[in-house]
C-alpha cells in the first residue's frame, strides 16, 4: 500500500453538551460495567472506533469548570436517543468510576462531544489492536464494524480470565487474552504473534505500558507510522491521558 494511504481521515464536529439519562446498567463482567443513556442525541455522529465523548461531572471544590473524563462511544442509535458506555471499573475510584457504580435508572450525566473522529482506511491487510480494559469498548466497536474477511488480531491485558469480553464479528479474527493477575507477558505474546507484512498497529491502555508495548514494536522493525499509541490513562495521576505519537 502507498504510504499516504495510511493516513486516517480526520473529522471535526460542532462541540455540544448534552443532558442523558441513565437507561440501563448491565455487568458485562466483573469489572466492566456497562450503562445505556438515554437523551437528545440529534446531531450526534462517531465516526471512529476510538472516538471519545467527555464526561462531566461537578467539581467536588464547588468550583464552575466541571471533571472531565474520557470514554468511548460503545455503541449509539441517534433515532432510539440512546448512547452506551463501559467502564473498566478500578480502585482507586476516580470520579467516573464512583458515578458510574452508585448510577441508579434515571440518573443524570452530562457529557460534550466527541469534538471529532479519526478514521483510519479499511485497505490494511492485517489489524492488530493491543490494549487493556480500557481499550475494550474501542475494540469491540471495531471488531463489530469490521467488514467481512478483515483481518485483526487482538491482544487483550485484563485482570483475569473473569473479564474476557466476547464480541460478534464479520472479521477474521484472533484474539490472545493475557492475566495481569498471572503476570502474563504482553511483549512475549507479541513475539510470539504472526504479524504479517506491515500492519497497522492500535494501542491503547495505561500510558507507560502502551509506550513499552510501542517501542518494542519499533524495535521488532514495524513501521513506525503504522502504529498509533495512546495512554488512556496514567497510573497514580487522576484524569491524565497522553497520545504518545
Ligand atoms: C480516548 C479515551 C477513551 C477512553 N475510553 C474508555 C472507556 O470506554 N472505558 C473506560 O473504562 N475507560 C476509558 N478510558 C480511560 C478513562 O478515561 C480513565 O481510566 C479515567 O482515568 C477514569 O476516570 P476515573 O474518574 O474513574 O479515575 P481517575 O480520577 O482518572 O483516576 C483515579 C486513580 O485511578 C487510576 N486509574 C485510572 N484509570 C484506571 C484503570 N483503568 N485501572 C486502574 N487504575 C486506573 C489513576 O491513575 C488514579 O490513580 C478512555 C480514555 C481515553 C483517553
Known amino acids: 500500500m502507498a504510504e499516504d494511504n495510511c493516513t486516517p481521515l480526520r473529522v471535526r464536529f460542532e462541540l455540544r453538551r ?9 455487568r458485562l463482567t466483573p469489572n466492566m460495567l456497562r450503562l445505556i443513556l438515554s437523551g437528545d442525541l440529534e ?14 461531572f ?17 455503541a449509539f442509535d441517534v433515532s432510539k436517543g440512546r448512547l452506551t458506555l463501559d467502564f473498566a471499573l478500578h480502585e482507586p475510584a476516580g470520579p ?3 458515578w458510574a457504580l452508585q448510577a441508579k435508572i434515571g440518573d443524570l450525566l452530562h457529557i460534550g462531544g466527541p469534538r471529532g473522529s479519526q478514521v483510519w482506511p479499511d485497505a490494511f491487510a492485517h489489524y492488530v489492536l493491543v490494549g ?15 467488514p467481512a474477511g478483515q483481518a485483526i488480531t487482538v491482544l487483550a491485558m485484563v485482570e483475569n480470565a473473569a473479564e474476557r469480553q466476547t464480541w460478534i464479528t464479520r472479521a477474521k ?6 492475566y495481569r493477575a498471572q503476570a502474563n507477558d504482553v511483549l512475549g505474546a507479541i ?22 508495548v510501542r517501542a518494542h514494536l519499533h524495535d521488532k522493525g514495524l513501521n513506525p507510522k503504522r502504529i498509533k499509541a495512546s495512554g488512556y490513562w496514567l497510573k497514580g495521576e487522576p484524569g491524565a491521558h497522553q497520545a504518545l505519537d
Request: hydrophobic share 40%; charged share 25%.
Open 58 to 74: 461537578p467539581d467536588p471544590q464547588g468550583g464552575d469548570t466541571p471533571v472531565m473524563r474520557d470514554y468511548t462511544p460503545r
Open 173 to 178: 479474527a484472533d484474539f490472545c487474552w493475557l
Open 191 to 212: 513475539d510470539a504473534l504472526s504479524l504479517g507484512a506491515d500492519p497497522l498497529v492500535w494501542i491503547a491502555g495505561e500510558a507507560q505500558w502502551a509506550r513499552t
Open 132 to 146: 487493556d480494559e480500557t481499550a475494550l469498548p474501542a475494540i469491540g466497536r471495531r471488531l463489530e464494524g469490521a
Open 43 to 56: 446531531g450526534f455522529q462517531s465516526l471512529g472506533f476510538d472516538d471519545h465523548v467527555k464526561l462531566l
Open 96 to 98: 467516573a468510576t464512583q
Open 18 to 26: 448534552r443532558e442523558l439519562r441513565v437507561a440501563e446498567r448491565i
